[in-house]
Every structure is written in C-alpha cells, then in structure tokens.
T-cell receptor, first 113, second 112 residues
Framework: ETGVTQTPRHLVMGMTNKKSLKCEQH?????MYWYKQSAKKPLELMFV???????ENNSVPSRFSPECPNSSHLFLHLHTLQPEDSALYLC????????????FGSGTRLTVV | GQQLNQSPQSMFIQEGEDVSMNCTSS?????WLWYKQDPGEGPVLLIA?????ELTSNGRLTAQFGITRKDSFLNISASIPSDVGIYFC????????????FGSGTQLTVLP
C-alpha cells in the first residue's frame, strides 16, 4: 500500500456511540494532520502531529481525541458527538511540519444521527 | 487567523471552454498551492508557487503567484469532463503560522 489510507470510508454513529477513525501513511512522512471538511466551507485544521508529538490543537472540542502511536498511524477517537459534527474527515501527511506537499487520504464520511 | 477568499464558489462551463478562478488573502503569503478534489476522494496537489510573479504550468493548468503576494490565479484551458471537481487554493503567510490555510473551494462542472 502506498499513500495515505483512511478507514472506514463511511461511518454512521449515534450521539452516544464511541468510534475511532484510522489513518495510515507509508510515505515515511514525519507530520500528520486531521482536517474537517464541511460543505461549502474551507478545510478546518483540527490537529497536527510532528514526530508523534501533538503540536497543534485548533480549539477542537474534547469529544474529538487524537492519538498518534507512531509516525505511520494516526487515530481520531470520537465520543458523544453532535449532529453538526457530521462531515468528511480528512487525514494528511507531509515530510515535515513545514513542508508544503501535503498528501491527503480519501477521507471518512461521518454521519451523526 | 489568515483567511482566503476564493471565487467563484461554483462554475458551470461547456466542454472545451477555458476556466479561471482566483484566491485573495488579507495578508501576504509566501507560498500558494492549488489542489483538486475529485468526488469521494481527498485533495490532490496540482501546482505549487513559491515566488511573487511566478507562472507555472501543469499540462492544461496554469497558475500564477500574484505580484502583491496577496492573490493567486488558476486557469484551465480547453476543459474536459474529467476536470470536474472542487479546486482549492491554499497558502502559507509570511507570519508564524506553520500550517496551510485553505480557501473554500470552487466547484467546477463541465457540461458535454
């Protein structure tokens, strides 16, 4: 496998559920990112990890909890979400945090019911 | 934080026509990038610009880094059906922000 792989592609969850999104990159990159994409809005940066250390948390509610166990894997743990959290969640990676060449995964389409 | 204004929000064009879209920012940027997102996929980098005035092509795509460093343009010539998708501008300001700022996207529809 090459590039950035996200699973699952689609997820429907109730507001009381707990679920996790997974991202995996085989590019040897040191930085990984979580973005939220809602219709007709710019991509919203959620979290940044550099060398497995969280370097940015853009005022994201605590119901979203990231985890980066190693430089190839990134998780987004979800619990007690709201319907307005429904969106496409994109993972990206880059060689380093200051690199411009972000490689994106295909995203997880999340629907909260 | 920085904001990017991308226009138009959507475009409907005939196959074979040329397309132009642009992004403006309120602050000076030192890098401009253009991405395309196909339906059901993540954005893919098309063109990167690093110097004011720079004009760079990638096949039928041409992008320019504005002289004021506050804008960028993307042109697509002789559009084809596979050009359909959402085009995003992105950039990094000359300030302290280390991550990219994205525009809200231009939805392009190519009619046969």
């Amino acid at each position: 496998e090459t590039g950035v792989t996200q699973t699952p592609r689609h997820l429907v969850m109730g507001m009381t559920n707990k679920k996790s999104l997974k991202c995996e990159q085989h590019l040897g990159h040191n930085a990984m990112y979580w973005y939220k994409q809602s219709a007709k809005k710019p991509l919203e940066l959620m979290f940044v990890y550099s060398l497995e250390e969280r370097v940015e948390n853009n005022s994201v509610p605590s119901r979203f909890s990231p985890e980066c166990p190693n430089s190839s894997h990134l998780f987004l743990h979800l619990h007690t979400l709201q319907p307005e959290d429904s969106a496409l969640y994109l993972c990206a990676s880059s060689q380093d945090e200051g690199s411009y060449g972000y490689t994106f995964g295909s995203g997880t389409r999340l629907t909260v019911v | 934080g920085q904001q990017l204004n991308q226009s138009p929000q959507s475009m409907f064009i005939q196959e074979g026509e040329d397309v132009s879209m642009n992004c403006t920012s309120s602050s000076i940027f030192n890098t401009w990038l253009w991405y395309k997102q196909d339906p059901g996929e993540g954005p893919v980098l098309l063109i990167a610009l690093y110097k004011a005035g720079e004009l760079t092509s990638n096949g039928r795509l041409t992008a320019q880094f504005g002289i004021t460093r506050k804008d960028s343009f993307l042109n697509i010539s002789a559009s084809i059906p596979s050009d359909v998708g959402i085009y995003f501008c992105a950039g990094r300001s000359s300030g302290s922000a280390r991550q990219l700022t994205f525009g809200s996207g231009t939805q392009l529809t190519v009619l046969p």
